[in-house]
């Protein structure tokens, strides 16, 4: 009978992160289900993190930053936390760690544990070049050999990666993305959804300052859309941040336009919300817009991902307009005003993305691929002993 599963999970840095916020929420649950959880960290240092859960952290000291080269350093610490450690399952977050898999499976060949990849974002890259496209796309039909498993978040995303990466459905199961907790499920469903002023919307947007989320686009239509007293909060920090602050005053709207940086939870401005909006070209399933539907907020988010439709629920919680086009984010931010959404449905929907309920599934789907790992192990060395070579060499 199987023990706890041994799970290593590589993660860059403790910066906040989608991708790293649902690692390390599905990692304490793990550990509470009683299997070994070890996070390999690139560097742990982060100005906005105050506190990390209370997990197994592994990594090499340096006295040198490495933020600017963290994938071949990601590489170097998993290599050599795998050389001297066992692992039942090496769980890769995010598609930025595809890499550092890809690395291991050449390091280490047949003794690489089995790796499973969250897939966290969309296989369609609009942003990139044809020729990069295409490279790209080659790219990911060496994950589909990589990885014994690539979790989609929706079954649309589901058939994207199959026929992306050119793998059979059995090796893609589908787990939705585990974003949100049932305490804060509860909590963010107290909130009393009332009908807004006539005179003033006040819209919400988060993500990370980065040009993936496009808010210089949502500047720009809100600068054409807004009413003298309609607000736009942006929480998040990052790069861009000094551009987009320059942009908003360039447009007239910096009195009405609020960048709250990173805050430790979001859930006081979506109480505080009228409308919940996005504007990213691409995304794998958005975790805040799971966040905004838990809040019974109605939603305007860019066509992203091939997952947005069913989080909107074909238009019965939200708004799809087109990506990068100012003139349809503009309108939908004056047709979101009046918007009557279900805020029963959109909390439904929220609910199925839960981590409680996601965590389980991913520890039944690790412990049988585990289980079949180490038969085909068993079958590998039977066969090796049976070898022509192999008797010889035992007759001798």
């Known amino acids: 009978m199987q023990g706890p599963l041994r799970i290593t999970i590589p993660i860059h840095s403790l910066d906040p992160g989608g991708v790293e916020r649902v690692a390390l929420g599905l990692a304490v649950e793990w550990q509470r289900a009683g299997h070994d959880v070890t996070v390999v960290l690139g560097r742990s240092g982060s100005p906005n993190l105050c506190t990390a859960p209370p997990l197994d952290y592994w990594r090499i000291p340096t006295r040198f930053p490495t933020a600017s080269w963290e994938t071949p350093w990601m590489v170097h610490c998993l290599f050599t936390y795998l050389l001297t450690h066992r692992s039942d399952v090496l769980f890769c977050p995010g598609n930025t760690y595809a890499v550092v898999a890809a690395a291991m499976k050449v390091l280490l060949g047949e003794h690489a ?3 499973v990849l969250k897939v966290s974002n969309a296989l369609n890259r609009p942003d990139m070049s044809p020729i990069m496209r295409r490279g790209y796309a080659s790219w ?10 690539l979790v989609s978040l929706s079954e649309p995303m589901q058939r994207e990666i199959c026929e992306a990466t050119r793998v059979s459905g059995d090796q893609v199961p589908v787990i939705a993305n585990p974003v949100i907790t049932r305490k804060r499920l509860q909590h963010l469903a ?14 919400l947007a988060a993500g990370r300052l980065v040009p993936q989320k496009n808010f210089s686009l949502m500047l720009r ?18 790069p861009e941040r000094g551009a987009l602050e320059q942009l ?4 007239g709207i910096a009195e009405q336009v609020h960048f709250s940086g990173h805050l430790a939870s979001i859930d ?9 909006v996005l504007s990213s070209d691409y995304e794998g399933l958005p975790g805040v817009v799971v966040e905004a539907l838990a809040a019974g ?21 939200g708004l799809l307009v087109r990506r990068d086009d100012e003139n349809a984010f503009a309108e939908g931010l004056v047709r979101i005003r009046q918007f009557k ?27 049988e691929l585990s289980r079949s790992h180490r038969r085909e192990t068993e079958r590998r060395r039977d066969l090796s002993l049976l070898s022509p070579h192999t008797t010889r060499q035992r007759l001798h």
């Open 341 to 367: 959404t279900d805020p029963k449905r959109a909390r439904t929907i929220a609910a199925t993305y839960e981590v409680e309920g996601a965590a389980r599934r991913y520890l039944d789907m690790m412990t």
């Open 190 to 203: 107290k909130i009393e959804r009332t009908s807004g002023s006539v005179w003033n919307t006040d819209y």
């Open 140 to 149: 990911l039909r060496v994950q589909g050999k990589v990885f014994d498993r």
């Open 113 to 115: 544990p089995p790796m």
């Open 221 to 238: 239509a809100f600068a054409r859309a807004a009413r003298p007293h309609d607000t736009l909060t942006i929480a998040g920090d990052g």
């Open 297 to 317: 907020l109605p939603v305007l988010a860019t066509d992203c991902c091939v997952s947005m439709p069913c989080l909107l629920d074909q238009g019965r919680t």
């Open 248 to 251: 908003a005053g360039s447009l």
């Open 268 to 276: 006081p401005l979506l109480a505080e919300a009228d409308a919940f």
